[in-house]
Each structure stands twice: as structure tokens, then as C-alpha cells.
């Protein structure tokens, strides 16, 4: 697949911190790239600079195949954050504003359906709920019918229905074969959503690829995991390697049988065992040795 978007060796200085150290990837046209990283990872000020609004210290951005220029900025859209919404106008008048902005906008029906809006059309933006002003967002992101999207942490402080709801939305904008970059810190938004993915730390990109193939390649293994209150007996006397997470023990098998069966004849209280996949998370963690929500 062609890459729409491809980003090489950006840096971005702010004085003595290296915010961004040198980093390059391509984007597949058609695709959800996500931008995964704990708070302070780079993310942002990635985003920003190839979307123009922070200059970067070094590097540079091409947009299909030559160096962005007048038709990239016509043919992106940017999901700003609430504070760029006229609290004294309606949804459908928020809508109508944007609109004149460009010579060809997509029609108000069109967005309504796709960012579901029809609810709160006539409601002002003072009165929208945090996943109502998100899809409000959306829509003016999406009025000039952009090919490359951009999303930086658009579901960031919403609860999980209006989470889900959102991520629904995305998934039907890329079915209209749109391009998509999200950053984001939930690994469950990225699972779901992204085809391709860089991790960022610290400024660096620490890891590439597609969720599952990064899983793949960094594990062949399940996780066993019990809380910490179900052992009677010291975890660092059981017969396996054990990882102590935030509020159980997990053990790495690559049996699950012959490990629950010597976990039977234990002094262990099963009741809370969980058997799962190892996730993005856990790569984080085995990346950078700290978890990627702290
Ligand atoms: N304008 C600025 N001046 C100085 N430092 C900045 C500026 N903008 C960002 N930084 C710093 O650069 C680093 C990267 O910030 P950035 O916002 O890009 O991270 P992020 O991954 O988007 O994090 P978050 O999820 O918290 O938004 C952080 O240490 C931040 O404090």
C-alpha cells in the first residue's frame, strides 16, 4: 500500500528537552495509524508539527510523495479540542460556520449521519455532553470531506459508552477508505481501531508495527494472573517466573494445563485466576520497564 503521509527524522527542541528525537514512519493510505505513548511520550507535539501548527527543529514531511505543501492543507482535517466551539451557537449552527470556510464542504445531512448528530442539532454548545461535543468536533474536522484525519486523543476523559461510540464513528469513516492518524493512550482504542502503530517514549519511537504482529513478535506466551490476597504461601517460592503487576501476580506459561495443574496442588486460592493474551500494555511495560498509563 502506498504511504499518503511519510515523516522523516523529525526532531522538536523545547530549549534543553528533546520533546521529539528523531523520528520516521510512513503512513499506508486507507489506514488507522496510531501514535501510542504515555503522557509527556511525544505524541502531541508529533501530531502538531506534521500538521503545521509547531515548527519542527528538524526533519521533514511528505504528503503523497512530495513535500507538504498548499493541497495538504486543503485535504486534511483537524479535530481541535473544545475550546475552539462557539458555546453560543448550536450544534447546526457550528456546522453552518465551518462550512463557509471552504469552497466545497460536505452537505449538513452527510455529516449529521455520520458523526450522529441528529439529537442535538438545535442544542447549544454550552449544553452538549463531553462525547456530544466530541462528535460535534468530528463533524467540522470532517466538513471539508478531508482525505487524512486527524485525531489527537479524541477520546481522552470520556466514559466508556461514549468511548465506544466514538470509536464506532471512526471505523465508519474509514470504511469511506479515509486515512486516519490517532494518538492515544488507551492500548484497547488502538487494539481496535489501528492497522499500524509506532510506540513513542520519551521522544523516541521504541517500537513499530501492526498490533497483533507487535504482540507476536514480542510474546509466546499466556499470562495466568492471580491477586495477591490469594496467596497463602511467598509468590517468590512458586516454580515459575512471576511478574508482580499493580494488582495481581501473573505468570508466564507456555502451558496453561501443566501450569494450572501444578497450581491445583498448591495452597492457592483460585477463585480470582484469570487466563489472558498478553496485551499492549504489557509490551510497554516490557519495553520501557514502566506501565503506559503511568
Ligand atoms: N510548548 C512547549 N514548551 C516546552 N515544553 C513542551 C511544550 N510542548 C510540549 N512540551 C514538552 O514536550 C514533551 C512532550 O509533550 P507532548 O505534549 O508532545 O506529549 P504527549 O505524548 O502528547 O503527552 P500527553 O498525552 O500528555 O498530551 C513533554 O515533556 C512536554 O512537557
Redesign the pocket.
Known sequence: MSAILEIRNLSKN?RH?K?VDDVSFAIPRGSCFGLL?P???????TIEMIEGITTPSSGEIFYQGQIRDRRFLEQTGIQFQSTALMDYLTTREVIGLFSNFYPRALPLEELVELCQLEEFLDTYATRLSGGQRQRLLLAVALINDPEILFLD?PTTGLDPQSRRHFWSLISNIKARGKTVLL?T?YMEEAELLCDHMVIMDKGKIIAEGTPQGLLRQHFDFTYICIDYEDFSCDPNNLPFAIERREDCIAIATNSVEQTLAKLVTMDINLQSLRVRNPSLDDLFLKLTGHSLRN
Do not use: M
Open positions: 523545547f528537552l520533546a505513548g503522557n509527556g511520550a511525544g505524541k502531541t507535539t486523543e494518538t493512550h
